[in-house]
């Protein structure tokens, strides 16, 4: 399945993780992350990085991202060191794969990086088990940052990340899969799920077998919280609980299946295939789907694979107005701290550098999305490659249109993606009625985030 087929929070991360053995690994690294952070909250030994009292403090920083993103984070380090020559940077980084469960046992050892990118999906449960540092106790300026970016980080145990780049959840379209089928583009502002719905069907009756108007939706909890929302609920609530009922849930599955049934979107078997492809073999990427459901930082590399300008458009709605979207600035990813650094003041003058310095911002540029830091985002802009422009311009253009700020994923929010996914496939199969997944899936939710 297309939708958010990648974790949504990680801008541009490597295919592996959108398998169903990756799904799986999100589950167990849940796990172990909170089972780690226990050990962590217990052991008397403290972390951090060595320091040589006559030399340079060594702070350690990890990452998830293919060989570009180290290649840019590298770039900023640079210019950071060249600013600062007592404080020296060590990188460590790798796929996203085996990135949690790297994490979760260096926290079980007492030797976690200093500077972590930390993903919305595990925040929560590290922070609350006290392995993640209070930056607002340091001297780091958020005055620059989007509020709603900045809030995505706060929680009853302080600010313990820092927006690292801000997104939205969008529905990308191939203008030459359209055009081939002689059907107009839809007006993103006006339009309806009907109207979604009739375009995709009609794209697929004018296409050559095999071609589809939309890519399946329901493969992550971001199209999922869309709908909720656009529905007076939410997917989470800020005690931590689900803010939604089983039939909330079916009736998602129902137009799902709906849309599958007049062939607005490919059949089971289908999606299930399209769900272990990487991003260069997509429908979208391929010219086998005219609309497909992805973050908007994915937009430039699916527009590069894709070969075509690809265009940005807003969720349809149940009333046709974009004003009622419910769409949100997403935190694709954070910068935060180890609770056990033996440095937090560079650490922290190191997070700063990231979140605010345009020098960084020309190295990092658009990889982990468009950055939040709004006077940044103006200095940079004509250093970005045309894809990244057009991404920016969609965020700017929908800041008036946002809904209320989403309450974080609670602990144990890691293996909701992966029961979505399941009972999605349960229903495009015809294994469960959306009555019978819908009460499946939210009891198994219920029991991932309350234990």
């Known amino acids: 399945m297309q939708l958010f087929s990648r974790p949504a929070s990680a801008a541009r991360q490597p295919a592996e993780s959108r398998s169903p053995g990756a799904a799986r690994r999100i589950r167990k690294t849940g796990i172990v992350a909170a089972a780690a952070a226990v050990v962590m909250a217990l052991s008397a030994c403290g972390g951090g990085s060595p320091q040589n009292a006559d030399g340079p403090v060594e702070l350690r920083f990890s990452w998830w991202g293919g060989d570009k993103r180290a290649q840019l984070t590298q770039e900023a380090i640079k210019q950071f060191e060249a600013e600062n020559p007592n404080i020296k940077i060590k990188p460590e980084f790798g796929d996203w794969s085996g990135y949690w469960d790297k994490l979760a046992t260096q926290v079980a050892a007492n030797d976690a990086p200093d500077i972590i990118q930390m993903d919305e999906k595990y925040i929560t449960e590290y922070s609350s088990r006290g392995a993640l540092l209070d930056l607002s106790k340091y001297e780091i300026d958020t005055s620059k940052l989007d509020e709603a ?15 690292a780049g801000i997104n939205a959840a969008t529905i990308l379209a191939n203008p030459a899969v359209f055009e081939a089928a002689g059907v107009a583009m839809p007006d993103d502002s006006t339009w309806t799920w009907e109207d979604f719905e009739k375009t995709a069907s009609e794209v697929t009756a004018k296409s050559p077998k095999g071609t589809y108007g939309a890519a399946a939706y329901g493969t992550d909890e971001a199209s999922l919280g869309v709908w909720l929302r656009q529905n007076g609920k939410s997917l989470y609530t800020s005690d931590g609980k689900l803010g939604f009922e089983p039939s909330d849930i079916s009736e998602w599955w129902a137009f799902l299946k709906q849309l599958s049934e007049n062939k607005a979107v490919p059949t089971a078997s289908e999606v299930v295939e399209a769900e272990a492809a990487p991003l260069d073999q997509s429908g979208l990427a391929t010219g086998k789907n005219a609309m497909a459901f992805w973050w908007s930082n994915q937009a430039p590399a699916l527009e590069k694979a894709s070969g075509s300008d690809l265009k940005i458009l807003r969720f349809p709605t149940k009333t046709g107005s974009s004003a009622d979207a419910e769409l949100w600035y997403k935190a694709s990813q954070f910068w935060s701290a180890s609770s056990r650094t033996k440095h937090p003041e560079e650490t922290a003058k190191f997070i700063d550098f990231l979140a ?9 540029l658009a990889d982990r999305g468009v950055y939040p830091n709004s006077e940044v985002r103006a200095a940079i802009e004509s250093k970005l490659t045309p894809a990244d422009v057009k991404v920016v311009k969609f965020i700017d253009q929908i800041k008036d249109e946002l809904g209320e700020a989403p309450a974080p994923p609670p602990k144990g929010a890691g293996a909701i993606q992966e029961i979505i996914k399941r009972y999605t496939s349960e229903v495009l199969f015809e294994r469960l009625s959306t009555d019978e997944a819908g009460k499946k899936a939210h009891d198994e939710m219920k029991s991932a985030i309350s234990s």
């Open 149 to 163: 970016a900045l809030n995505a980080g706060k929680s009853e145990d302080g600010l313990t990340g820092i927006a």
């Open 356 to 364: 605010n310095n345009v020098k960084a911002g020309e190295a990092l």
